[in-house]
Nanobody
Framework: QVQLVESGGGLVQAGGSLRLSCAASGRTFSSYAMGWFRQAPGKEREFVAAVSRSGGSTYYADSVKGRFTISRDNAKNTVYLQMDSLKPEDTAVYYC????????????????WGQGTQVTVSS
């Protein structure tokens, strides 16, 4: 089992920045890839970004590429999502996820999920 707890959400103006954190526990952190998803009201959950077990590889959705940066600190069992140049359409609940089996990050689905943190971007 893996337990995931997100933090760092909040209200920010368009063009601003936020950094989300996700603390993991329960298994060896470096044994699974990590990712972020988001779900806006009335929409399906969508993939945002993923990072490999070592942190050496990353993959992003086109909608956030160049604005968001995913990273991880295996010594702190934490994954981060730095969000810059935020837009109102980035407003959503953001979830972190752990994937124990994924090979290519493009196939990241998530085996374990956090409870989510709200990000609201005002125009």
């Amino acid at each position: 089992q893996v337990q995931l707890v997100e933090s760092g959400g909040g209200l920010v103006q368009a063009g601003g920045s936020l950094r989300l954190s996700c603390a993991a526990s329960g298994r060896t952190f470096s044994s699974y890839a990590m990712g972020w998803f988001r779900q806006a009201p009335g929409k399906e959950r969508e993939f945002v970004a993923a990072v490999s077990r070592s942190g050496g590889s990353t993959y992003y959705a086109d909608s956030v590429k160049g604005r968001f940066t995913i990273s991880r600190d295996n010594a702190k069992n934490t994954v981060y999502l730095q969000m810059d140049s935020l837009k109102p359409e980035d407003t959503a609940v953001y979830y972190c996820a752990a994937d124990l089996r994924v090979g290519k990050l493009q196939n990241f689905l998530g085996d374990y999920w956090g409870q989510g943190t709200q990000v609201t971007v005002s125009s």
